[in-house]
């Protein structure tokens, strides 16, 4: 079984900067890729930015030089900086990753709320 945890969220005024953590952990074989979706109240879950396990990064048009990804593979941690947030960032933000175990599966983390006050 393999866990995701997120962590960092939370509230934010407009134009500042919060950094999310998600560390995977358990019957973790090898890590293809890593990332980030979010999902806001009534709307459908996007994908805000993933990372493989060779570096390349992948990005929303929405969030492009504004947020980073940045992996970590030897502690199966991704994060996410946020900067120059904007009240439609506002969502729940969910960690996702393929694992081998040695079977490739997708596993989600429970998420982080991140809310961008005006």
């Known amino acids: 079984q393999v866990q995701l945890v997120e962590s960092g969220g939370g509230l934010v005024q407009a134009g500042g900067s919060l950094r999310l953590s998600c560390a995977a952990s358990?019957?973790?074989?090898?890590?293809?890729?890593m990332g980030w979706f979010r999902q806001a109240p009534g709307k459908q879950r996007e994908l805000v930015a993933t990372?493989?396990?060779?570096?390349?990064?992948n990005y929303a048009d929405s969030v492009k030089g504004r947020f980073t990804i940045i992996g970590d593979n030897a502690k199966n941690t991704v994060y996410l900086q946020m900067n120059s947030l904007k009240p439609e960032d506002t969502a729940v933000y969910l960690c996702?990753?393929?694992?081998?175990?040695?079977?490739?599966?997708?596993?989600w983390g429970k998420g982080t709320l991140v809310t961008v006050s005006p």
């Open positions: 996702y990753a393929v694992v081998q175990t040695p079977i490739s599966s997708a596993y």
């Open positions: 358990g019957s973790i074989f090898s890590i293809n890729v």
């Open positions: 990372i493989t396990s060779g570096g390349s990064t």
